[in-house]
Each structure stands twice: as structure tokens, then as C-alpha cells.
């Protein structure tokens, strides 16, 4: 399910894991998670780094060292919430203007009490198109949990 009210997008996926599995999923293993393909790096992306902690940073590391910082933890609420910043702009470069940067959010709900929860309602991450509408057809940030490794929990669309 996908909405958008004033220029935000909110949509959610139900994955096949507790709350605390979900939250560490994204958290530590991020570099799964990421598409090597959503690259500003001049080389092939080596690893995508997410440091688990409000005023992380958010970046990619390439095959020769060289490091592209595409985002900022904002708020690190374990293992219920994350914000964090998306500074890259709607022309796909990073943002100089840190005021124009989108925020995504992420909140991991168990759709039952957490002593039973296996399911949870994990939202894919929002908002870098704030101020473009409605998000495309197929964009990348829609894919994102989407790729989750088969072996760490199932995607329900």
C-alpha cells in the first residue's frame, strides 16, 4: 500500500519476522540491502556502510577506497524507528543544501503483541521525492526491502 499527502510517500511491507529481526536486518546488514546499482561513486561500489547510531553516517565505499556519504542518521530508535537524511537531489547528485534534503523514516510494527510477533509491518523507506509527487512507477527506493535476502525474511507486498 502506497499514499501520499503533501508531497510525502508512505508505504509499508510485511515481512516474515519479529520486530528486533527487522530492525537488525536493516541495521546490520545494510550492505544486502542497498542495490549496488544506486551508485554516485566513480568505481564499483565495494560496501554500503550504515552506522547504527543518531549522527551516523549513511555511505558507500568503493573498490579504491573512495567514500560517497549520501545520508545522515537522524534519530536511531532500536529496534523500533530510524530517520534518516537522503541528500541527493532529484537530479540524482548529492545535495549541497542540507536544508533541501528529504527525511525517511521507518517504523517496524508487529501486526501482533511482540511475545508472538513473526510478522512485521516494515515500511520501505519514504520521502526522497518530497516536493516531486507521487514517487514513479518502479523507482529505486521502492525496491528496497523488497531485496531483502531470501534467507532473512519473506516480502508480503
Not at 21 to 33: H, L
Amino acid at each position: 500500500m502506497t499514499t501520499e499527502t503533501q508531497g510525502t510517500v508512505r508505504t509499508h511491507v510485511v515481512v516474515e519476522a519479529a520486530v528486533e529481526r527487522a530492525f537488525a536486518v536493516f541495521t546490520e546488514q545494510f550492505d544486502k540491502i542497498k542495490p549496488r546499482d544506486h551508485n554516485m561513486l566513480g568505481v564499483d561500489i565495494a560496501e554500503s556502510v550504515f552506522e547504527p547510531r543518531a549522527g551516523g553516517r549513511i555511505y558507500d565505499r568503493g573498490v579504491d577506497g573512495t567514500e560517497c556519504q549520501w545520508g545522515r542518521v537522524l534519530a536511531y530508535e532500536a529496534p523500533d524507528r530510524i530517520v534518516f537524511s537522503w541528500d541527493i537531489s532529484p537530479q540524482w547528485q548529492l545535495e549541497s543544501d542540507l536544508d533541501k534534503a528529504s527525511e525517511v523514516e521507518l517504523h517496524f510494527i508487529a501486526r501482533r503483541p511482540r511475545a508472538h510477533s513473526r510478522r512485521t509491518r516494515a515500511p520501505e523507506p519514504r520521502a526522497p521525492w518530497r516536493g516531486l509527487g507521487r514517487a514513479p512507477r518502479g523507482c529505486r527506493r521502492r525496491r528496497w526491502l523488497a531485496a531483502l535476502p531470501a534467507e532473512i525474511c519473506r516480502h508480503r507486498g
